[in-house]
Nanobody, 114 residues
Framework: QVQLVESGGGLVQAGGSLRLSCTAS???????MGWYRQAPGKQRELVAA???????NYADSVKGRFTISRDNAKNAVYLQMNTLKPEDTAVYYC?????????WGKGTLVTVSS
């Protein structure tokens, strides 16, 4: 059973930075992973994703500000978030796709104050 654990959320002022981490246990193969977020009253949306071959894609709203990376030796994926805005406030979820089986972490809250 794959389990994902996120960390690194918190409260930061607008313009600041945070780095989220997600560690996967129980994953037998290198799999596509990503970060999603859900703000209050809104649907969960893709923030950034990285394929097993390190191809990345980003939501337009975070391009140039966020960077996703992975460390396959540690079964980890990271999200470096710079120049944060109040509209980035959300619960951020880690996601892993293992041969069509989708796994989610419990989420970590990011709050950006103006």
């Amino acid at each position: 059973q794959v389990q994902l654990v996120e960390s690194g959320g918190g409260l930061v002022q607008a313009g600041g930075s945070l780095r989220l981490s997600c560690t996967a246990s129980g994953a037998r193969f290198v799999s596509p992973m990503g970060w999603y977020r859900q703000a209050p009253g809104k649907q969960r949306e893709l923030v950034a994703a990285v394929s097993a071959g390190d191809i990345t894609n980003y939501a337009d709203s975070v391009k140039g500000r966020f960077t996703i990376s992975r460390d396959n030796a540690k079964n980890a994926v990271y999200l470096q978030m710079n120049t944060l805005k109040p509209e980035d406030t959300a619960v951020y979820y880690c996601n892993l796709n293992s041969w069509g089986a989708i796994y989610w972490g419990k989420g970590t809250l990011v709050t950006v104050s103006s």
